[in-house]
């Protein structure tokens, strides 16, 4: 293998192990800001549902008073009527009609708030279990975190200064061309299958691998500019 690729692959190398290991690093951490996020947002609905329930509740409550309340006018107008005590036996009569049907409509809204009162009770719920599983989720993602964070750093400990030395060694001719390779985020190295660039399909000329596979000459794919290997 000629010296360039040589020189070339071992900056390379470091530099793709450090991509890699700094990608996994601020995956772990976007994942514990993914699941701070879902938590949040199921804090936020089961402080909803329960104020729905709340409300619920509430309505059911007034609407149960009100009922009592006609219930007894039903009794004592009724009771008017019985025993002839009404002052107007027409409007007693009358009064008693609008109780009765008072009462019916507040039957029902109270059959229609029971409904409302076990929708809200299951949608509370069913947010409780959701956050459950989101504060499990946060968990998980900070341990995972805690438990490769420390491997993670010391392989970059290690990994840093042998990049250094490697980038001592290269020629000063290429670390331009190799900085411009990984400032334009493309690959410093690439293979030729089938007479063409692995990575971006550009055509090479023969004379171009039988070079590089003899180490005569380095070259770069005219496509995007990485170094062929052999
Ligand atoms: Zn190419």
Not at 93 to 103: C, D, G, S, T
Not at 140 to 155: H, Q
Request: net charge negative.
């Amino acid at each position: 293998m000629h010296r360039d690729l040589v020189e070339v692959s071992n900056v390379w190398q470091c530099d793709s192990r450090i991509d890699a290991l700094k990608a996994e690093h601020e995956a772990l951490n976007r994942a514990i800001k993914a699941a701070e996020l879902a938590l949040e947002s199921a804090t936020q609905s089961v402080a909803q549902a329960d104020q729905a329930l709340t409300s619920a509740k509430a309505a059911d409550r007034a609407n149960t008073r009100e009922l009592d309340s006609y219930t007894e006018k039903r009794t004592a107008t009724r009771q008017m009527i019985d025993t002839g005590t009404a002052p107007d036996y027409a409007a007693a009569e009358r009064q008693l009609a609008n109780v009765i049907a008072r009462i019916d409509a507040l039957e029902n809204s109270g059959l229609e708030l029971l409904d409302r009162l076990e929708a809200a009770q299951a949608h509370l719920r069913a947010a409780e279990r959701e956050r459950e599983s989101a504060t499990a989720a946060l968990a998980a993602a900070k341990a995972d975190l805690a438990s490769k964070d420390g491997p993670i750093r010391k392989e970059l400990g290690e990994i840093l200064p042998r990049r250094e030395a490697a980038w001592e060694h290269m020629h000063p001719e290429l670390k331009p061309m190799y900085q411009d390779q990984r400032r334009k985020k493309k690959r410093a190295l690439v293979n030729v299958v089938e007479k063409t660039c692995s990575v971006c399909s550009t055509f090479v000329p023969p004379q171009v691998w039988l070079d590089t596979d003899s180490g005569k000459e380095a070259h770069r794919c005219t496509g995007c500019g990485g170094w062929i290997l052999p």
